[in-house]
């Protein structure tokens, strides 16, 4: 963990306990391993499995701006990595060849791939993304991670388990952009969605 260490050791938590959550959520929740997923432009340049789609929280592709796909788009069965390797789906479906549906911004995506392979693609603008690229992406990733399951909880009227059960559209798009735009104007916006969650009745949180 490195320099999250020192990060979590200036937060009034109890450091062993924190240590241990951050890394047992990690190692559950931080890899995509029942379904996969794939930008079908990417496949389209070159057919292999990019490592980086296995992140759970990586939802765009930042090189062609759309969202990464995790469902066949003819027969909207589960993508595995042998459909992506073979660039086929049991019915038939020639992935790369699928339709995309582009994205106002990928700049997450951008910088968890900057942060992943520690390489410059393109400048990151939002001045809260570059306070995030700061820090060590086990914790980038732990912290969206975190909120995106306060987030699902409230817009699935789930009960919040903690990092506990593992529920696959967590991982949605949606989800995955509000926790994410909760840094986009940091602090407020943080304070703005503990004030929201807060004031939500438990079991009305789906109206979001
Ligand atoms: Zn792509
Ligand atoms: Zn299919």
Not at 1 to 7: H, I, P, R, S, V
Not at 80 to 109: A, W
Not at 134 to 149: A, G, M, P, R
């Amino acid at each position: 963990m490195g320099g999250n260490e020192q990060l979590i050791k200036g937060l009034p938590l109890n450091f062993d306990n924190i240590k241990k959550n951050v890394k047992q959520a990690l190692d559950k929740f931080a890899l995509r391993i029942v379904r996969k997923q794939f930008c079908p432009l990417c496949l389209c340049e070159r057919l292999y499995y990019r490592k980086h789609w296995d992140i759970s929280i990586f939802t765009r592709c930042h090189i062609h701006n759309c969202y990464l796909l995790s469902t066949c788009t003819k027969c909207n069965s589960k993508i595995t990595f042998n459909k992506v390797i073979l660039n086929n789906c049991e019915c038939g479906n020639k992935l790369s060849t699928s339709s995309t549906t582009n994205v106002e911004n990928s700049d997450l995506s951008k910088l968890l791939f900057q942060k992943l392979y520690q390489m410059e693609t393109s400048k990151i603008e939002n001045e809260c993304l570059i306070k995030l690229q700061q820090l060590d992406i086990d914790l980038i990733i732990f912290l969206i991670l975190f909120l995106s399951f306060k987030i699902s909880s409230q817009l699935y009227n789930l009960n919040f388990a903690g990092f506990h059960s593992s529920i696959d559209y967590i991982y949605n798009d949606q989800v995955i952009s509000e926790a994410s735009s909760i840094f986009l104007n940091w602090p407020h916006s943080f304070y703005t969605f503990l004030n929201e969650f807060k004031q939500k009745p438990k079991n009305n949180r789906q109206t979001g």
